[in-house]
């Protein structure tokens, strides 16, 4: 098939923070030494911010290296935190921790509730005028290779292809992309990462990627409800001790809350519901409080890497490096990773800029050094344990002994020892028959939602006759094993109702609803059998979520 070739310099896929910290710093140091240098970000998302889903919190260190004018550029990080509490939930009390007992890596002082969409728009903003030419509505669907396998660019996906994957009358072919080096900032589970993982064996060395999915909802709360700049983190109920995961609750903007729910992917009861859990969440007097009369205006759904350092793969490849999320850069205890995301971003182009000047190497060797001798090495390491603290031994043991190695690195002490992670997490459902059927209320329609009605808060844009995105490995894999053995957990676990068993001529099939896919990367983690591929459809498809 003939395609367009357009070439570059440095292509980075993805327009989140990490892609467009990347591209900045690139065209920084090319401008400090009076060079030229092509550059250009692929975006799947019909514009940037759209596809990033985010709490957020955000740590300005990594920004006030990138901009130390960032303030007087107008960056939009409007609601400095002011108050900072940790709370544990009962099914009808709460606790407030007090805060001499929060480790100081747990704090929040100094840093600001964000929309991080808002915040990658006015990066993109920062990015074109530095020169960057950034292309949305692209999706990178496979990585292209020169004669000696070294990775040369992406071939971005055709357009126009109808159900069966033909073309039609608006057909066009994807276009090959160049470059010197690739970096990858998909995010989290991306596809190409995927691909490239398997190519390189870039994981041979690290233990299983660990994972959370987490939700998110923007409410319009009464004036005098609203506390600005308030952060609560919360542990506990609805969750048991044997079940991963904690709440958010943000103030800021005008009158705005954002509630959040993590539930980390590791658990083992197929019948579990993450989704269900974050609207009964919302049912505890502390949140139904704050939630009375007021307004859900958006909703949201990702997957969150949850390894830490363990977990990460070689970072760096033939022609190309992986950056932020697409590593796996997540501080666990903090829900937080944008900061680390920009900054490996901007190291990595330190690098490429240094290796350019060299010849332009193979391997990019010195920037998996140039992030283990960061702050952001530094911080991950300090938290390496809490996870596998949590998997190991439960959420009261796992976050007194997390708590315990957080507040001995504070004071300068490394424990000797890094816990490795056992099992992947689509390897820890148990056996339907051995597990117990949580209840769930019905949604009322004013607290709590069905998956239908959130996910058309989503502004979900895909074209029904282009090809299902979501790949069966084995056609007959739920119906003949996950059916049976879990009793369909692609049905619960999924956030959006992509997944249900129909019955089709008097026997029962998995029915996929593809355009409901918020792109959460859930299913292509968790199915029990690695059954089903995540692949990006349609060039602009998916969620919008710029309200976020």
Same mark, same amino acid.
């Given at each position: 098939?003939?395609?367009?070739?357009?070439?570059?310099?440095? @292509?980075?896929?993805?327009?989140?923070?990490?892609?467009?910290?990347?591209?900045?710093?690139?065209?920084?140091?090319?401008?400090?030494?009076?060079?030229?240098?092509?550059?250009?970000?692929?975006?799947?998302?019909?514009?940037?911010?759209?596809?990033?889903?985010?709490?957020?919190?955000?740590?300005?260190? =990594?920004?006030?290296? @990138?901009?130390?004018?960032?303030?007087?550029?107008?960056?939009?990080?409007?609601?400095?935190?002011?108050?900072?509490?940790?709370?544990?939930?009962?099914?009808?009390? +709460?606790?407030?921790?007090?805060?001499?007992?929060?480790?100081?890596? $747990?704090?929040?002082?100094?840093?600001?509730?964000?929309?991080?969409?808002?915040?990658?728009?006015?990066?993109?903003g920062q990015a074109e005028a530095l020169g960057v030419e950034i292309y949305t509505g692209f999706s990178a669907q496979s990585p292209s290779y020169d004669a000696q396998g070294r990775?040369?660019? &992406?071939?971005?996906?055709? $357009?126009?292809?109808?159900?069966?994957?033909?073309?039609?009358?608006?057909?066009?072919?994807?276009?090959?992309?160049?470059?010197?080096?690739?970096?990858?900032?998909?995010?989290?589970?991306?596809? @190409?990462? !995927?691909?490239?993982?398997?190519?390189?064996?870039?994981? +041979?060395?690290?233990?299983?990627?660990?994972?959370?999915?987490?939700? !998110?909802?923007?409410?319009?709360?009464?004036?005098?409800?609203?506390?600005?700049?308030?952060?609560?983190?919360?542990?506990?109920?609805?969750?048991?001790?044997?079940?991963?995961?904690?709440? /958010? %609750?943000?103030?800021?903007?005008?009158?705005?809350?954002?509630?959040?729910?993590?539930?980390?992917?590791?658990?083992?009861?197929?019948?579990?519901?993450?989704?269900?859990?974050?609207?009964?969440?919302?049912?505890?007097?502390?949140?139904?409080?704050?939630?009375?009369?007021? !307004?859900?205006?958006?909703?949201? =759904?990702?997957?969150?890497?949850?390894?830490?350092?363990?977990?990460?793969?070689?970072?760096? /490849?033939?022609?190309?490096?992986?950056?932020?999320?697409? =590593?796996?850069?997540?501080?666990?205890? !903090?829900?937080?990773?944008?900061?680390?995301?920009?900054?490996?971003? $901007?190291?990595?182009?330190?690098?490429?800029?240094?290796?350019?000047?060299?010849?332009?190497?193979?391997?990019?060797?010195?920037?998996?050094?140039?992030?283990?001798?960061?702050?952001?090495?530094?911080?991950?390491?300090? &938290?390496?344990?809490?996870?596998?603290?949590?998997?190991?031994?439960?959420?009261? &043991?796992?976050?007194?002994? #997390? #708590?315990?190695?957080?507040? *001995?690195?504070?004071?300068? &002490?490394?424990?000797?020892?890094? *816990?490795?992670?056992?099992? =992947?997490?689509?390897?820890?459902?148990?056996?339907? +028959?051995?597990?117990?059927?949580?209840?769930?209320?019905?949604?009322?329609?004013? @607290?709590?939602?069905?998956?239908?009605?959130?996910?058309?808060?989503?502004?979900?844009?895909?074209?029904?006759?282009?090809?299902?995105?979501?790949?069966?490995?084995?056609?007959?894999?739920?119906?003949?094993?996950?059916?049976?053995?879990? +009793?369909?957990?692609?049905?619960?676990?999924?956030?959006?109702?992509?997944?249900? /068993?129909?019955?089709?001529?008097?026997?029962?099939?998995?029915? %996929?609803?593809?355009?409901?896919?918020?792109?959460?990367?859930?299913?292509?983690?968790?199915?029990?059998?690695?059954?089903?591929?995540?692949?990006?459809?349609?060039?602009?498809?998916?969620?919008?979520?710029?309200?976020?």
């Amino acid at each position: 098939m003939e395609r367009d070739v357009m070439e570059y310099d440095v @292509l980075i896929v993805g327009a989140g923070p990490a892609g467009l910290s990347a591209a900045i710093r690139l065209k920084q140091l090319a401008q400090a030494q009076g060079q030229e240098l092509g550059v250009c970000v692929l975006e799947k998302g019909a514009e940037v911010g759209s596809h990033i889903f985010s709490g957020a919190v955000l740590d300005p260190k =990594a920004l006030q290296e @990138l901009f130390p004018d960032w303030q007087a550029l107008g960056a939009p990080l409007n609601t400095p935190v002011n108050k900072d509490t940790f709370v544990v939930l009962g099914e009808e009390k +709460a606790w407030d921790m007090p805060d001499w007992g929060l480790p100081p890596l $747990m704090r929040n002082h100094g840093n600001y509730i964000i929309s991080l969409g808002e915040v990658c728009r006015w990066l993109a903003g920062q990015a074109e005028a530095l020169g960057v030419e950034i292309y949305t509505g692209f999706s990178a669907q496979s990585p292209s290779y020169d004669a000696q396998g070294r990775m040369t660019g &992406v071939i971005t996906g055709d $357009m126009g292809l109808d159900k069966q994957g033909e073309p039609t009358a608006n057909y066009t072919p994807g276009i090959e992309i160049r470059a010197k080096y690739t970096l990858v900032a998909e995010g989290t589970r991306g596809s @190409l990462t !995927k691909q490239l993982e398997a190519r390189y064996g870039l994981r +041979a060395a690290s233990s299983p990627a660990k994972y959370g999915i987490g939700f !998110k909802e923007v409410w319009r709360v009464k004036p005098e409800l609203q506390q600005k700049g308030l952060i609560e983190h919360t542990l506990g109920w609805p969750l048991d001790a044997n079940t991963g995961g904690g709440g /958010f %609750i943000y103030h800021h903007g005008e009158h705005l809350v954002s509630v959040g729910y993590v539930v980390h992917l590791d658990y083992s009861n197929p019948y579990l519901s993450p989704f269900d859990v974050f609207q009964t969440y919302k049912t505890h007097p502390k949140l139904k409080a704050l939630l009375k009369d007021g !307004k859900r205006l958006s909703y949201g =759904a990702r997957a969150i890497s949850e390894g830490g350092v363990q977990s990460l793969p070689e970072m760096a /490849f033939p022609g190309g490096a992986l950056l932020g999320c697409s =590593a796996g850069l997540v501080n666990v205890p !903090k829900i937080k990773g944008t900061h680390y995301a920009m900054k490996s971003g $901007m190291l990595a182009a330190e690098a490429v800029f240094e290796a350019i000047a060299q010849g332009s190497p193979e391997v990019l060797t010195s920037y998996p050094q140039k992030l283990r001798d960061s702050w952001v090495w530094q911080e991950l390491y300090a &938290v390496r344990n809490v996870k596998p603290y949590l998997s190991r031994w439960g959420t009261w &043991v796992g976050t007194v002994l #997390g #708590g315990a190695e957080m507040w *001995l690195a504070s004071w300068g &002490v490394t424990l000797p020892w890094t *816990l490795k992670h056992t099992s =992947a997490d689509h390897a820890t459902l148990t056996d339907a +028959a051995n597990s117990r059927q949580p209840t769930y209320a019905k949604p009322d329609g004013v @607290l709590t939602f069905d998956k239908l009605s959130s996910v058309s808060l989503c502004n979900i844009a895909h074209d029904d006759q282009q090809p299902c995105h979501l790949k069966l490995g084995v056609a007959d894999m739920p119906v003949r094993v996950n059916l049976p053995r879990y +009793a369909g957990p692609e049905q619960r676990y999924c956030p959006a109702g992509v997944y249900e /068993f129909v019955e089709q001529a008097g026997e029962k099939a998995l029915q %996929i609803n593809a355009q409901n896919c918020i792109h959460c990367k859930t299913c292509d983690i968790k199915d029990p059998t690695q059954n089903i591929n995540w692949v990006p459809p349609e060039g602009g498809s998916g969620p919008n979520y710029v309200a976020q």
